[in-house]
């Protein structure tokens, strides 16, 4: 099957801890980003990178970090200078080759600070 | 920077009704797209119109799109339960790779 996959679907922090939110995709799209979803609103976008090495801040980077060592995989890691960071996220990818391009999503985690 | 804003925020109605939700945006686009969000999935690419484009179809949506308005509009006919989710628009630039703009969504509930 190919497709998005997000780890772990739910996650639990404590405050100050940092902790890494997993995303792979195998459909080979050189492009992928991390949103951010609060209840009742939109996404915001959080980082976003189109090629391997290489990525950019959204909207919301403070307290996020990023890497992309592989073409499959954009971990995000939240880190302890996020100060609400109670949320659901999702990871999507989309190819960059065209100008009229969907974007596929994983399932989301739900992270949760106790 | 949230690029869309959906109308109404919210929307109830009867299996069988139609349902239509609309779409603002700020800045000029390439193409804008309607994605689909059962509650605590991920979203659902549902259909994309070309800025070139004014209207679309594909099965029981059907959209539209004014750029001289900055609006878009999805209509969804003979609605059905399983229809009940949110809907968001998002705006493309055309610019390889970069990332799409959501609105903040319209939640639909479908009765029966």
């Known amino acids: 099957d190919g497709g998005i996959t997000q780890s772990p679907k739910y996650l639990f922090r404590k405050e100050g801890q940092n902790v890494t939110l997993s995303c792979e995709q195998n459909l080979n799209h050189d492009a992928m980003y991390w949103y951010r979803q609060d209840p009742g609103q939109g996404l915001r976008l959080i980082y976003y990178?189109?090629?391997?090495?290489?990525?950019q801040k959204g909207d919301i980077a403070e307290g996020y970090s990023v890497s992309r060592e592989k073409k499959e995989s954009f971990p995000l890691t939240v880190t302890s200078a996020q100060k609400n960071p109670t949320a659901f996220y999702l990871c999507?990818?989309?190819?960059?080759?065209?100008?009229?391009?969907?974007?596929?999503f994983g399932p989301g985690t739900r992270l949760t600070v106790l | 920077s949230q690029q869309g804003e959906e109308d109404p925020q919210a929307l109830s109605i009867q299996e069988g009704e139609n349902a239509t939700m609309n779409c603002s945006y700020k800045?000029?686009?390439?193409?804008l797209q309607w994605y689909r969000q059962n509650s605590g999935r991920g979203l659902v690419h549902l259909i994309l119109i070309r800025s070139n484009e004014r209207e679309k179809h594909s099965g029981r949506l059907r959209v539209t799109l004014d750029t001289s308005k900055k609006s878009s509009s999805l209509l969804i006919t003979a609605s059905r339960a399983a229809d009940t989710a949110s809907y968001f628009c998002a705006t493309g630039s055309g610019q390889a790779g970069t990332a799409l703009i959501f609105g903040k969504g319209t939640t639909l509930s479908v009765s029966s």
């Open positions: 999507a990818s989309r190819r960059t080759s065209g100008n009229y391009n969907e974007q596929f």
């Open positions: 800045t000029s686009i390439n193409n």
């Open positions: 990178s189109q090629i391997v090495n290489d990525f």
